[in-house]
């Protein structure tokens, strides 16, 4: 069947939200008219590797260029579970070799320091020119947000809010710390990356310490009222671990007020805490590129075009992943990946002159409580009245009485989760 160009874009629309088994390279996928426009591509990560690899999908004649400073990725999904011990670093660690040899992406490693209009300017003054460009360089942390933060203090209380040396160093906190100790995690105000990420933390973090040191304890001073799959993650706790874990909400203590690194302890509303461990997770915004370009708003957030993700401060520049403001969506892995894919299957209509279609979405998450012990919640986007929305009735959460079967069941959907949307990125 000769599939035309409108429904070649359609069927990528289409399965904008899941990973496209069977198309293994760039020269098996359909072919389309040539246009060889030069397309730059910012930050390796779930937006970026998986915009370079669909573009190339999509068009093999499209120049596609990625720049990423870093030969090797680790992911933040899954560093929780290095942190409780079920996995090693070399779990989580992906390369672009494949991007290069299969799909024809041309990688380079180094960090952009700039976008302009026409081109990426990198930190050595070189510069890419393209015809346009996608930014998905993800969060930075915030040092101005909480009295006693600085980037100095990181070495004592190691944020790990992005995977690499830092959860190394958290891991080996969490594994010189005394029978007994206390562990102090404390969640930031919304936005931020992964909304149930920091509660996976504590379940893996609570999971080490049961086996390992079971007298210790995790404190979750929260700056927050209620967090992501609340209920869910409150039964796992009081299933497997009654007196390690205490969750403390905003307005019952959790506030953090200042953060104090030298005698390892957090000021709150109602006094000071100290911690053996403390993982102060800091308010966060768009990657410094984003911010020393112009694409950002006043709160530090790239807003774009929920259609195509094209900036709305410079044309065809776009903006994916957790840098940017995509309605309802959550800033996590399986956003961006989805994100990507519209994204790059717009990038090919507009190139053509043609109208790029309305995109849908979809979002799952999976936190582990324990090894065998997982829970999830999903969610499937529209664009709808000028922004991603939430489709009513489609997705949910893991059911709440659900047996000790079902939720192991889910801890293996959660590794098949993982394998599949590194292929997607990766192989
Ligand atoms: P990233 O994946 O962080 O990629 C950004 C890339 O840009 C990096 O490789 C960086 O090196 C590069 N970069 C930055 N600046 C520049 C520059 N100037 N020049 C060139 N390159 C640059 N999501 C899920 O879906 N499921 C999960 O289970 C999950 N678990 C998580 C657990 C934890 C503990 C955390 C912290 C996050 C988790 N997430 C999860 C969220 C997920 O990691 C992010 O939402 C996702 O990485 C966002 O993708 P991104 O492309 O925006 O940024």
Known sequence: MQVTRRQFSKLFLAAGATTLAGCNTASQSARVSPSSARIVVVGGGFGGATAAKYLKMMDNSLDVTLV??????????FSNLVLGGLKQMDDIAHSYTKLESLYGVKVVHAR??????????LADGSRIPFDRAVVSPGVDVRYDKMPGHSPDVEDKMPHAWKAGPQTVQLRKQL??????GTVVICPPENPFRCPPGPYERASMMAHYLSQNKPRSK??????????????????????????????????AGGKVLQIDAANMQVETEFGWEKGDVINFIPAQWAGKIARDSGLTNDAGWC????????????????????????GAMPKSGFSA????????????????????VAPSFANTCYSLVTPNYSISVAAVYRFNEG???????????SPKNADAAARAQEAVYAQGWYDSITQDMFA
């Open 68 to 77: 990423e400073p870093n030969k090797t990725f680790y992911t933040c999904p």
């Open 112 to 121: 952009a320091s700039r976008v302009e209009a026409n081109a990426v300017v």
């Open 175 to 180: 594994e010189a710390m005394p029978d007994g």
């Open 218 to 251: 995790v404190l979750i001073l929260d700056m927050k009222e209620k967090f992501s799959k609340q209920p869910l993650f409150t039964d796992g706790w009081n299933l497997h671990y009654r007196d390690l874990i205490e969750w403390r909400q905003g307005s």
């Open 303 to 326: 807003p774009v075009n929920q259609i195509t993700f094209e900036s709305e401060k410079m044309p065809k520049v776009h903006v994916i992943g957790d840098a940017s403001i995509a």
């Open 337 to 356: 990946n989805s994100q990507a894919k519209v994204c790059a299957a717009a990038i090919v209509s507009l190139l053509r002159g043609e109208d790029p």
């Open 387 to 397: 922004k991603i929305a939430g489709v009513s009735g489609a997705g949910g959460v």
